[in-house]
């Protein structure tokens, strides 16, 4: 997943509009599982990797809070998503023929200089 977007999110949709692979789903998506907030599908942020030098979300987010750092999509955090997905924090998608997305099936690349300690306190992206 790479990042998240929290209930401090507006509902502007600058976020959506900048995100190069359409991760970012928002409130009125029957796919997202989250009521009355923007959400980011873990099997799908890349976090820019390849696109941009930082999440361009992060960039476009006029609200400091909204989008915060999360555990990378990889398989040494797969029973994260799974514990998470459970719990209803993620709803991540589940392929007719490949099952439930998770790391294992496809890892998503990550910015690697991002701290541990940043991704567990879900720190804020802009003060990256």
């Known amino acids: 997943m790479a990042v998240m977007i929290t209930s401090e999110c507006i509902l502007c949709d600058a976020c959506a509009l900048e995100c190069p692979v359409a991760a970012i789903?928002?409130?009125?998506?029957?796919?997202?599982?989250?009521?009355?907030?923007?959400?980011?599908?873990?099997?799908?942020?890349?976090?820019?990797?390849?696109?941009?030098?930082?999440?361009?979300?992060?960039?476009?987010?006029?609200?400091?809070?909204?989008?915060?750092?999360?555990?990378?999509?990889?398989?040494?955090?797969?029973?994260?998503?799974?514990?998470?997905?459970?719990?209803?924090?993620?709803?991540?998608r589940v392929h007719n023929k490949k099952g439930m997305m998770l790391p294992s099936v496809k890892e998503q690349p990550y910015i690697s200089t991002v701290s541990q300690a940043d991704r567990e306190s879900h720190a804020n992206l802009g003060n990256w």
């Open 25 to 92: 789903l928002d409130e009125n998506s029957e796919k997202n599982p989250k009521d009355a907030m923007y959400y980011v599908k873990p099997e799908s942020c890349v976090e820019c990797v390849g696109h941009s030098d930082t999440p361009r979300c992060a960039e476009a987010c006029p609200t400091e809070g909204a989008i915060v750092w999360d555990m990378p999509y990889t398989v040494a955090f797969e029973e994260y998503f799974i514990s998470g997905n459970e719990e209803g924090k993620y709803g991540i």
